[in-house]
Structure formats: structure tokens, C-alpha cells
């Protein structure tokens, strides 16, 4: 079993490095994304957020007009997908992108983030839950500790 992570120990601002975990996303029991050369970002109260690179999706993506903006990274693009399966279902704005980070974040320039859902999302084999709240995009595994931003009465922190 890894060891356990505090999120109250991670920094801020979020580092950003590469990580050696398997990351795999399945949609219906498709694999629609498999890496092991993913970058996470690491913030105080999260759990991780994953980058996988564009190389790693097997499904097209379509962009969104969705945007939003994190005061570390820049301004983030949102993408939208069809399960494959099922191609009248449309999931949008469900995976983003930095297509201009900011300096300290440019080896994420077009990878791509996705909220754990509606698709599986797996670390290391791990099914993993996603962050609380609907605004962040952190993976929950059972490696990480500590009170998490993102549920009733957080979002202050």
C-alpha cells in the first residue's frame, strides 16, 4: 500500500510534477484514456489533479465555449465528448485544458484534466472517488488524508 498523503501538506501555490502512477479512464468498460506519463498537480486541501497527455485519449474531443480561470495556471478550456457507446450521449465540459498556462505551468500546455465522471477513473488500478463538490477536479484515492476542499462549508479555505 503506497504511503499515506496529507493533502494539508501540500503546497501553495500547487506543484506540478510528473508522476509514475497508471492512469486509466473507461467509459461503459472502454478504456477511453491510458498514461503513465501524466503530470499531477498537488495543492494544500486537495487531492491530486491529473494532466494526461493528448497522445493518451482514444476518443475525439470537441471544444466547448466553456471557460473559467485559476489563479495559478491561466485561463483553462473546456472540451466536450460522445460516450463511445453511445454517440447521442453528449458530455460537456467534463475535461479541460491550458492551451496558454502561466510560465510556472507550461509543461501542461494542452494536456487534459478530467472530473471523475461520468467515466471510471483509476490510479494504480484504484477506482478512485471524485473531489467533493461539483467546481474541483481533484481524484480521491485511498492514499490521500486529511479534510478536503470542495463540500458544504469549504469553500472559504
Not at 501538506?9 to 510528473?18: A, D, I, S, T, V
Not at 485519449?57 to 473546456?78: I, V
Request: aromatic share 16%; hydrophobic share 30%; charged share 20%.
Amino acid at each position: 500500500m503506497p504511503p499515506k498523503l496529507n493533502v494539508h501538506n501540500f503546497p501553495r501555490p500547487p506543484l506540478l510534477e510528473k508522476t509514475p502512477r497508471h492512469l486509466q479512464i473507461k467509459w461503459n468498460n472502454q478504456l477511453v484514456a491510458d498514461t503513465k506519463d501524466a503530470y499531477w498537480v498537488l495543492e494544500t486541501t486537495h487531492p491530486p489533479t491529473y494532466y494526461f497527455p493528448p497522445s493518451s485519449l482514444l476518443l475525439p474531443l470537441a471544444r466547448s465555449t466553456h471557460t473559467s480561470y485559476c489563479e495559478w495556471k491561466g485561463a483553462a478550456t473546456y472540451w466536450n465528448t460522445a460516450n463511445p457507446t453511445n454517440k447521442s450521449e453528449v458530455v460537456k465540459d467534463r475535461i479541460w485544458s491550458y492551451q496558454k498556462p502561466t510560465k510556472e505551468f507550461e509543461s501542461i500546455k494542452d494536456y487534459l484534466s478530467f472530473y471523475a465522471g461520468p467515466w471510471d477513473c483509476y490510479v494504480d488500478g484504484e477506482k478512485v472517488e471524485p473531489q467533493p463538490g461539483d467546481f474541483y477536479g481533484g481524484w480521491m484515492t485511498s492514499d490521500i488524508e486529511g479534510p478536503i476542499k470542495g463540500g458544504p462549508g469549504t469553500w472559504g479555505w
